[in-house]
């Protein structure tokens, strides 16, 4: 008997060694905006407006902006809303916008741009992507580096 209680104290001592003292305490939720690649530097695009001015926008610059999320074939597309972008860059009146980038240039009405479906979705790899109802998802500029206002 006193033989397996010193065996099973030795047990005790050698399990309580093993176990780590705390446990890991979880990280806290980040927001979707922590979870997005940071471009180098610079500016990641231009809103040429209607009298030629021209206003450019960093990754800085979009996170100071309301987030936004639209759902396209099932997959939420998370960004700011281009209408936010436009207004931050003083546009106040316009008929339509110009969109160019690595793919698929996009043209957009006034009633298509200020549509709560119509944002620049952050990608995974620094850039934003036009993201709308309003255009077949294999059709939105990808990488928008420019955006010219009619």
Do not use: Y
Not at 1 to 22: D, E, G, Y
Not at 34 to 57: C, H, I, N, R, Y
Not at 71 to 85: F, P, S
Not at 116 to 145: S, Y
């Amino acid at each position: 008997m006193r033989r397996t209680l010193s065996f099973l104290l030795a047990l005790f001592f050698i399990l309580a060694a093993c176990t780590p003292a705390q446990a890991p305490t979880a990280e806290a939720p980040k927001t979707p905006q922590e979870f997005q690649p940071t471009p180098v530097s610079g500016t990641l695009f231009v809103v040429v407006k209607p009298d030629g001015t021209e206003a450019g926008f960093t990754w800085d610059d979009l996170k100071k902006l309301p987030l936004a999320q639209m759902t396209a074939e099932g997959k939420i597309e998370e960004g700011v809303k281009l209408i936010d972008v436009l207004t931050a860059a003083g546009v106040t009146g316009f008929k339509g916008v110009n969109l160019s980038g690595s793919s698929s240039p996009a043209t957009l009405t006034f009633e298509q741009v200020k549509d709560e479906t119509t944002i620049l979705d952050f990608t995974n790899h620094g850039t934003v992507k036009l993201a709308t109802n309003h255009i077949p998802k294999p059709d939105w500029t990808k990488d928008v580096d420019r955006i010219e206002v009619k």
